[in-house]
């Protein structure tokens, strides 16, 4: 059975500790966050791909490899369109014929803000246009070809948002032995704030290297704490200890804003959030602009936001989700 239209969706995520001292072989916990990103596949008579973000206003076809634009600028449409049409070849690469395919993108993840979006596009795609074909593809698949859709995007990402997106849930990751789900029973309350400010991942892991270079009897240090936080947090999680985990964010924030990754923008998010109550509050992902969580007991949650947006961000509460990338409705 073909389907004429499938829907599918994936989560945003949030890292909540460990990025950047990641990329040096320490664990990192992310989360998969009820804010998720929507796909719509279609089948068409002819032979094109055709591709359409909603938000970010861009349209256009693939014709001979070529892309042509209907709508956007087509420098922007090249970057985040590219990765899809490798998703949209894989998949055909699987049902080994090539139709034509209509893909259109409904996502209110902020871009290039350390949420994961790209990656969680590529997986929605995936599983889109899988069950659209009626393509056997499960999730160690729709993760392997978002993986490989985030290559293009960030040259070597560590694959930690793929698997987010495709299994959902919460993860401890590491370089070595990769990911290992982690028990946590506990809701956690979170305050996802966005300076507006899009920044470069691999700019930011640069500026970690060139500090680690220069000063590596001081930056060691400071890896193995970066350690003790997530190997204490991960007790924390399982004993629904936010106070401690809220502790762990801000300690973890310190450490960051000592590798240089934190920026003006979103230092007055987080003492915002701190002042208004939060339990704990850091940058997440690459900093430098992009997002701060702040963690914050149910009560504080609305204070928190309130504090954000005064203080100039674009704020948004997040909850944990268990569910990865998921098939909405055909
Ligand atoms: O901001 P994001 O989601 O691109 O996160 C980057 C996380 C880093 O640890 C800084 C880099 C990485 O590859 O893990």
Same mark, same amino acid.
């Given at each position: 059975?073909?389907?004429?239209?499938?829907?599918?969706?994936?989560?945003?995520?949030?890292?909540?500790?460990?990025?950047?001292?990641?990329?040096?072989?320490?664990?990192?916990?992310?989360?998969?966050?009820?804010?998720?990103?929507?796909?719509?596949?279609?089948?068409?008579?002819?032979?094109?791909?055709?591709?359409?973000?909603?938000?970010?206003?861009?349209?256009?076809?693939?014709?001979?490899?070529?892309?042509?634009?209907?709508?956007?600028?087509?420098?922007?449409?090249?970057?985040?369109?590219?990765?899809?049409?490798?998703?949209?070849?894989?998949?055909?690469?699987?049902?080994?014929?090539?139709?034509?395919?209509?893909?259109?993108?409904?996502?209110?993840?902020?871009?290039?803000?350390?949420?994961?979006?790209?990656?969680?596009?590529?997986?929605?795609?995936?599983?889109?246009?899988?069950?659209?074909?009626?393509?056997?593809?499960?999730?160690?698949?729709?993760?392997?070809?978002?993986?490989?859709?985030?290559?293009?995007?960030?040259?070597?990402?560590?694959?930690?948002?793929?698997?987010?997106?495709?299994?959902?849930?919460?993860?401890?990751?590491?370089?070595?032995?990769?990911?290992?789900?982690?028990?946590?029973?506990?809701?956690?309350?979170?305050?996802?704030?966005?300076?507006?400010?899009?920044?470069?991942?691999?700019?930011?892991?640069?500026?970690?290297?060139?500090?680690?270079?220069?000063?590596?009897?001081?930056?060691?240090?400071?890896?193995?704490?970066?350690?003790?936080?997530?190997?204490?947090?991960?007790?924390?999680?399982?004993?629904?200890?936010?106070?401690?985990?809220?502790?762990?964010?801000?300690?973890?924030?310190?450490?960051?804003?000592?590798?240089?990754?934190?920026?003006?923008?979103?230092?007055?998010?987080?003492?915002?959030?701190?002042?208004?109550?939060? $339990?704990? %509050?850091?940058?997440?992902?690459? #900093?430098?602009?992009?997002?701060?969580?702040?963690?914050? /007991?149910?009560? *504080?949650? @609305?204070?928190? $936001?309130? %504090?954000?947006?005064?203080?100039? #961000?674009?704020?948004?509460?997040?909850?944990?989700?268990? /569910?990865?990338? *998921?098939? @909405?409705?055909?």
């Amino acid at each position: 059975m073909v389907w004429m239209e499938v829907v599918a969706s994936a989560p945003a995520k949030v890292i909540l500790l460990g990025e950047h001292f990641v990329v040096y072989g320490e664990p990192a916990i992310v989360l998969a966050i009820d804010k998720r990103v929507y796909a719509k596949a279609e089948l068409r008579d002819d032979k094109q791909l055709y591709l359409r973000s909603v938000n970010l206003n861009l349209a256009g076809h693939f014709e001979n490899r070529f892309l042509k634009m209907e709508q956007g600028s087509a420098k922007e449409a090249r970057l985040r369109f590219e990765p899809l049409k490798l998703v949209v070849e894989k998949v055909l690469e699987i049902y080994g014929e090539s139709p034509g395919v209509n893909v259109e993108v409904n996502s209110t993840v902020p871009v290039a803000a350390g949420l994961g979006s790209s990656a969680a596009v590529a997986a929605a795609v995936t599983a889109a246009v899988g069950a659209l074909l009626n393509v056997k593809v499960a999730k160690e698949d729709v993760f392997r070809i978002s993986y490989e859709a985030e290559k293009i995007v960030h040259g070597t990402p560590s694959g930690v948002d793929p698997a987010i997106s495709t299994f959902g849930g919460t993860l401890l990751f590491q370089m070595d032995t990769g990911f290992r789900p982690l028990e946590v029973k506990a809701d956690i309350p979170l305050v996802i704030g966005y300076t507006g400010v899009e920044r470069s991942t691999r700019a930011q892991v640069e500026k970690v290297r060139h500090i680690r270079d220069t000063y590596p009897r001081v930056v060691e240090p400071m890896m193995k704490g970066a350690r003790e936080i997530v190997l204490r947090a991960i007790d924390a999680l399982k004993e629904d200890d936010l106070e401690t985990l809220g502790d762990l964010m801000n300690i973890n924030h310190a450490l960051l804003c000592g590798l240089g990754v934190s920026a003006e923008s979103l230092e007055w998010l987080i003492n915002a959030a701190r002042k208004a109550g939060a $339990l704990g %509050a850091k940058l997440t992902g690459a #900093g430098g602009g992009g997002c701060m969580v702040a963690l914050a /007991e149910d009560e *504080r949650l @609305e204070q928190v $936001l309130d %504090a954000i947006q005064r203080a100039g #961000g674009r704020p948004f509460v997040a909850r944990k989700t268990d /569910e990865g990338v *998921r098939i @909405e409705g055909t």
